[in-house]
């Protein structure tokens, strides 16, 4: 059954849910979930995170706004989920497109990709065995769309929204 995106709302907090510690790197992340329902009923989630400073070291065009003085650290998005009901609707793309446009606003930065959950395979437990993990393809929709571009960072593959 073809589901009718237009009418999917987002929910994205004023204040983080959470904030963590990276003790290893000495920085705070700030974390933001972002829901999004289609006639009120729940269809799936995003996780946002964003740093307080990256390391000097890894001063680049993918973790910061090089074009920015000084240099802004962008928003990433650490987690992707569809509820069962909506799998292969496009609810993932069009909750990160809508939450784009609020981080651009919000955190004046578009979103980009993580890399855990873009490059570690999914295990599938119904074939048992490992497979590309969905989330890498909804980002490579994003980019086949014309709404995200790709960035080879440490050798593994990452998207920044447009």
Known sequence: MKIDLSGLTINFSERPDNIREDEQKGRLWRDYDVHCSIGGVKAGLIRVSLADKYPSEELN????????????????????ETEKDFYGQGVCGKLITLANEIAKVKFGQPLASDTHFIGSPAYNWKERGFAEHPSRRVWEKLEQQGRAYRRAVKDHARWVMK
């Open 61 to 80: 065009d993918f973790w910061h706004n090089l074009d920015t003085i000084p240099p802004a650290v962008r928003p990433v998005v650490v987690w992707q």
